[in-house]
């Protein structure tokens, strides 16, 4: 059984950073897209960022480039986002997830999810 667990959100002030991580279990994520999410009260979930099986290939949304960086350890079975100079938008449940194709596209098959971790960036 597939498990993502996610962690490291927290209420930060606007400017800061936070490093978000992403445990995997029940799955070796070698081979495995990866990729953050978020859902912001009444909105649609969105893409963040997305990496391929070996971290060689990555993709960001506008929104956050150049202030997010993806990564993954395959040895840990870890994923991580590091998010600097937040800005209130940013507030939101931030989702991990896993693509099966190890592709790591934006909008890939994301199979499995975990149960999300708040961030909360204060003006």
């Known amino acids: 059984q597939v498990q993502l667990v996610e962690s490291g959100g927290g209420l930060v002030q606007a400017g800061g950073s936070l490093r978000l991580s992403c445990a995997a279990s029940?799955?070796?994520?070698?081979?495995?897209?990866m990729g953050w999410f978020r859902q912001a009260p009444g909105k649609e979930r969105e893409f963040v960022s997305t990496?391929?099986?070996?971290?060689?290939?990555?993709y960001y949304a506008d929104s956050v480039k150049g202030r997010v960086t993806i990564s993954r350890n395959n040895a840990k079975n870890m994923v991580y986002l590091q998010m600097t100079s937040l800005k209130p938008e940013d507030t939101a449940v931030y989702y991990c997830?896993?693509?099966?194709?190890?592709?790591?596209?934006?909008?890939?098959?994301?199979?499995?999810w975990g149960q999300g971790t708040q961030v909360t960036v204060s003006s």
């Open positions: 029940g799955v070796t994520i070698s081979t495995y897209g």
């Open positions: 990496i391929n099986w070996s971290g060689g290939i990555t």
């Open positions: 997830a896993a693509d099966p194709t190890g592709f790591g596209r934006p909008g890939g098959a994301y199979d499995y």
